[in-house]
């Protein structure tokens, strides 16, 4: 979602994408991608899955939530506490027999109709600003708390504020994607890393 979004962004500012609107391939398959007026980049995140009820403990604190793919796996649990509240410093607890390979939990707090504020741990990051699929199944779990199946949400991440919106069969990521660091890699590196001696 995000790293789409960014490489999206990379694409158009170097002149290698033509038009406002085109395809990445990706290791989850095609993604469409359009660069907005605003300067903001939406994909095209595919389907969703709802796998059923799940739960997680963090800091001692047994959260309630439910298992989504999005083409990798989540726990998106709605909370009434203040966010901040929650300690991600640790990897929150998951079943192992719903989630035999990990999985990323998002704490969501709806804020009201179609607003709501997200925090993310990702399996193998701890947790991180923003998650561009964590993002889209809090949109996911907030909507089924709303009972619908369909929505647009403002999802406001420690990293800034995302788009998610859900149709019949699909969903649609939007934020802003901004180049903030350039840099090259030695070659000698690069093939050493190849080779698995870096």
């Known amino acids: 979602g995000n790293g ?17 609107a085109f395809t990445v391939a990706t290791r ?8 907005e007026d605003d300067g903001s980049v939406t994909v095209d995140m595919g389907g969703v899955a709802v796998l059923g009820p799940g739960r997680t403990v ?20 709605l909370v009434d506490a203040p966010l901040a509240g929650f300690d991600l410093s640790e990897p929150p607890g ?25 925090r993310v741990h990702e399996r193998g990051s701890g947790e991180t600003r923003s998650c561009g699929t964590g993002a889209v199944a809090a949109a996911v779990a907030a909507t089924r708390a709303t009972g619908t199946d369909h929505g647009r949400w403002q999802m406001a991440v420690p990293g800034g504020q995302l788009t998610v919106v859900l149709e019949a069969g699909g ?9 903030v660091a350039e840099g090259e890699l030695d070659p000698a590196w690069l ?8």
């Open 4 to 20: 789409v979004r960014v490489f999206a962004r990379y694409l158009a500012d170097r002149g290698l994408a033509e038009g406002p």
């Open 28 to 35: 989850a398959g095609f993604r469409h991608v359009r660069l």
């Open 58 to 77: 963090i800091g001692g604190k047994v959260c309630e939530g439910v298992r989504i793919s999005v083409g990798n796996p989540h726990l998106a649990c």
């Open 94 to 118: 998951l079943d192992p027999d719903q989630f035999p390979d990990g999985g990323n939990v998002e704490l969501v707090k709806v804020n009201g109709a179609g607003s709501a504020q997200m």
């Open 171 to 179: 969903s649609w990521l939007s934020g802003p994607a901004v180049i």
């Open 191 to 198: 093939a050493a890393a190849e080779a698995g001696h870096g």
